[in-house]
């Protein structure tokens, strides 16, 4: 039975606006109100409209509610650039956020703390105007938001000149193992400063919660724990997964996109551990020479294949190709998929993935074993992890003109799928399963960080 912390605080959640944000902090926040925590979850209007609730029920006891970015009808898209939706937000979000807090605070449920990603740093300016514990939520892993830190502070200098770069708590990492914004700062300048920004005014945070868990990362965190205080609450998997602990919690709540569950049914007629799920996330574009490699690697292998393309990059791939794959009967080409309901079937047995943090935890937790196709942001150093830390997967190889060829997109999934190696990282993909399960079971190390951070609210 799940412990309950007593007591009644309120917590209002302010997610950076994505669905790779939203989902980590709205699972949060159902494993919080389990604890007694009242919890409200905080987006905008665009996100409102835009959302695929998979069910109301599967929310828990977490209200939603919303507010105007100043995009309403056309969210990012709306603003043109970067750095004007990022300034509207800030402005017109803010008024709001301010006025929603007013609104609460003149209820029978005020607002005792507030949760934001830092990735909208103004929130906690917001937060602390009224007086409030304020708590800042990495949705990504600790190495990640240390190498910012880092960066931030001026302890790494950017460009990097001469790698490898040796910072205590992580492995030696090459320029190809960094975030994307440190490797080069000029690749979309507007995120680099965005990503840099979350540290602009961290002092002012009670607390720095991380969407990971303490023996996944824990030379990580013992040496990022002496620069600031962190607590590691992740991961933040629905519950089905992990410890059961959660009602109702099997799937994460939104998908901007409309999930296509056909996918489901093809996966229970394949033998265990015969098919390949390749999903890149919702942001990532390839060329279509780039797409052809790995249609062509694919078919190569003989396995049988799952691959998710968002109908907007569906444009990418040769038509005859689509249509050789739809032939060949072992391979299934869908718009979406409910991701964690396909990785725990028994019929994956390899994720082809970019390494986004939401699929690499949903992978370990599921005990998958991946083949790593990184592209931006923190991808890079996840992957380095999976591979090199973890040793949960391999990384595809660019050749000389920055494509990865059809014969390295086969060769890695053989490894996985065929080799003694690919055994091994089937053994390590459990065992960090059964941590993962640990870590938020009560009494595991995750669940005592987020009673610690529930102990916290009553005091302050």
């Known amino acids: 039975m799940e412990e309950r912390v007593s007591g009644c605080s309120h917590v209002l959640m302010v997610p950076y606006p994505s669905q790779g944000h939203i989902n980590p902090m709205l699972q949060f926040s159902k494993r919080l109100s389990t604890k007694g925590v009242r919890v409200t979850m905080v987006t905008t209007i665009f996100i409102s409209k835009s959302m695929h609730l998979q069910s109301s029920s599967l929310l828990g006891n977490v209200q939603l509610d919303f507010i105007s970015d100043g995009c309403d009808q056309g969210g990012f898209g709306q603003a043109g650039s970067v750095s004007t939706y990022l300034s509207r937000m800030q402005e017109i979000g803010s008024n709001n956020l301010r006025e929603l807090i007013k609104k609460y605070n003149s209820s029978d449920h005020p607002i005792d703390c507030v949760v934001y990603d830092p990735l909208v740093i103004w929130v906690l300016d917001v937060a602390k105007e009224f007086g409030l514990f304020g708590a800042a939520f990495f949705t990504q892993m600790c190495a990640v938001n240390y190498i910012y830190y880092h960066v931030y502070h001026g302890l790494l200098k950017v460009p990097i000149s001469s790698p490898p770069i040796s910072i205590q708590g992580l492995p030696l990492l090459d320029l190809r193992d960094t975030p994307a914004f440190v490797y080069d700062p000029g ?16 002092h002012k945070a009670d607390i720095i919660l991380v969407n990971s868990f303490y023996k996944l990362e824990e030379q990580v965190v013992d040496s990022m724990s002496k620069l600031c205080p962190i607590l590691m609450i992740g991961p933040t998997v629905p519950s089905f997964h992990l410890d059961k602990a959660v009602p109702n919690d099997t799937d ?106 939401n699929s690499t935890l949903e992978a370990l937790c599921l005990g998958v074993p991946m083949v790593a196709l990184p592209q931006w942001t923190d991808q890079p150093t996840n992957a380095k992890f999976v591979e090199d830390v973890w040793k949960v997967g391999i990384r595809v190889k660019e050749n000389e003109n920055g494509i990865v060829t059809r014969e390295e997109v086969e060769n890695c999934i ?36 987020i009673n610690e951070f529930i102990n916290n609210l009553k005091r302050s």
Request: contains cysteine; aromatic residues 12%.
């Open 252 to 357: 994460n709540v939104l998908n901007l996109f409309q999930v296509d569950s056909s996918a489901i049914s093809w996966l229970r007629q394949k033998p265990a551990g015969s098919v390949i799920y390749i999903s890149f996330g919702s942001m990532v574009c390839f060329s279509s020479q780039q797409m052809e490699e790995i249609a062509l690697g694919l078919m190569a292998t003989g396995f049988n294949f799952l691959w998710v393309i968002p109908d907007l990059e569906r444009k990418n791939l040769p038509k005859e190709l689509g249509e050789e794959i739809n032939a060949c009967g072992r391979g299934l080409i869908v718009n979406w998929t409910p991701q964690l309901e396909v990785l725990s079937n028994h019929a994956v047995g390899c994720f082809f993935t970019h390494c986004g943090w």
């Open 414 to 449: 053989r490894v996985v799928m065929e080799k003694d190696l690919g055994r091994e990282m089937r053994i390590n993909a459990k065992k960090w399963k059964e941590l993962a399960i640990e870590a938020v079971s009560q009494g595991g190390t995750s669940d005592n960080n």
């Open 187 to 202: 690749f979309y300048p507007a995120y680099f400063d965005l990503v840099m920004n979350q540290f602009s005014n961290i």
